[in-house]
């Protein structure tokens, strides 16, 4: 490591202003903040001084998501040859998943990326740690057979219209990942919902069986068109169905939960909001709801099923668009999880909930950290008048 800390020492100054390749100033400095805790320090004005700093908090986000990602590749080969009966031992199934999920995660990083470093080169400031995490979460919360060219022209619009225009790592008023998503699925829906787009039927440098017009329904989608909901199996916690690369297995997703958590990355009073509102509305549907399979799911089922479990760990709690003040997390989380269920029995058309509530709830989220504030303002001058009396 020496050995390069005294290579990037030497290339500097050619990337400083005058230097040869000034022009890709930011660029250098991306990948040297990447590699190293920059040494410089603030020397006027008022600054937060805090042990982990947002290229640590990208990195720890990015471990927590890998358990997730690892077994949704292997669920991908796990899928794959079990729809066309094909037999493949542990690391033939992982290496299909793998083949078939690292485009998405290489389009995802180029393409966001890519626009990024130019902004921060015609801008002239640094570049920021932000995408870390969002080129993982694109890939891993779309079917795995949506097609490249329709990843990275929604990743191009979300990291453009949704980020950059509002300024950049931190000053986004949606989450970048789910709007990818929310693109994906109104401009390309065919490519983002039915039975055709969660089994990959391709064979993938000669492993599994090419099949042509491989249809297999995920099981909140069963639920949302037959008469009877499925019943609960050990596989909708595990990961064994068919679903997003990364949403499947609750297992995984509580591993990155308890990194999130034990770090301080991620709220508590958020997350378990989340599956308090989520468990209750369908117990309220349970209750008094439609003549439905969905409807009259347990509540248990529908927390395990569909991006529920990882839109509660790792959406929600983003700490750019979510409720800031401690009573704030609370009354967001829960809305989140309660409209998810609204929207998924409800809407007949839309099996899933998750995306939209927490897009819905972005938007409010400043309000309910201002009347929250304001409500404190009052309780506070309401003492002050009574100690002066």
């Not at 939960?257 to 034990?262: N, T």
Request: aromatic content about 14%; charged content about 15%.
């Amino acid at each position: 490591m020496k050995s390069l800390r005294k290579y990037l020492d030497k290339i500097k100054p050619d990337f400083e202003e005058g230097g040869k390749y000034h022009a890709f100033r930011s660029v250098f400095e991306g990948f040297e903040s990447f590699l190293y805790v920059p040494n410089t320090t603030s020397k006027s004005g008022t600054h937060i001084h805090d042990a982990i700093d947002s290229k640590r908090i990208m990195s720890i986000v990015v471990i927590a998501l890998m358990p997730a990602l690892l077994f949704g590749m292997y669920n991908v080969g796990y899928q794959h040859y079990l729809a066309t009966g094909s037999d493949g031992g542990f690391w033939q199934l992982f290496g299909y998943g793998f083949l078939a999920t690292l485009p998405k995660i290489v389009v995802s990083y180029v393409v966001g990326l890519g626009i990024e470093f130019v902004v921060a080169q015609w801008k002239k400031e640094e570049i920021q740690e932000g995408f870390l995490v969002t080129g993982m979460l694109i890939p891993m919360i779309v079917p795995i057979e949506c097609p490249l060219w329709m990843l990275a022209v929604a990743t191009a619009f979300s990291v453009i219209f949704v980020k950059e225009v509002f300024g950049g790592t931190g000053m986004n008023v949606f989450n970048v990942a789910l709007v990818t998503r929310a693109f994906l699925f109104f401009a390309y829906p065919t490519k983002m919902s039915g039975d055709a787009v969660w089994v990959s039927g391709d064979s993938i440098c000669g492993l599994g069986k090419a099949v042509d017009g491989l249809t297999v329904a995920t099981p909140l989608g069963i639920a949302k068109t037959s008469p009877v909901a499925p019943d609960f199996s050990w596989d909708m916690v595990t990961g064994l169905i068919p679903g997003s690369v990364g949403e499947t297995s609750v297992i995984a997703i509580a591993l990155g939960a308890v990194v999130l958590l034990w770090t301080g990355v991620a709220s508590w009073k958020t997350m378990c909001s989340v599956f308090v509102g989520g468990a209750f509305m369908a117990w309220v549907f349970n209750a008094i709801g439609p003549d439905t399979a969905v409807a009259h799911m347990p509540w248990y089922e529908h927390l395990v099923l569909g991006g529920f479990c990882f839109g509660a760990v790792f959406m929600a709690t983003d700490p750019v668009t979510s409720a800031r003040t401690e009573t704030g997390k609370y009354i967001y989380g829960f809305l989140i999880g309660a409209m998810a269920i609204v929207i998924r029995v409800l809407n007949p058309g839309y099996p899933e909930g998750m995306m939209l509530a927490i897009l819905l709830m972005n938007i409010f989220a400043p309000l309910i950290d201002y009347f929250v504030v304001q409500r404190n303002i009052s309780r506070r001058a309401k003492r002050a008048v009574k100690s002066n009396n």
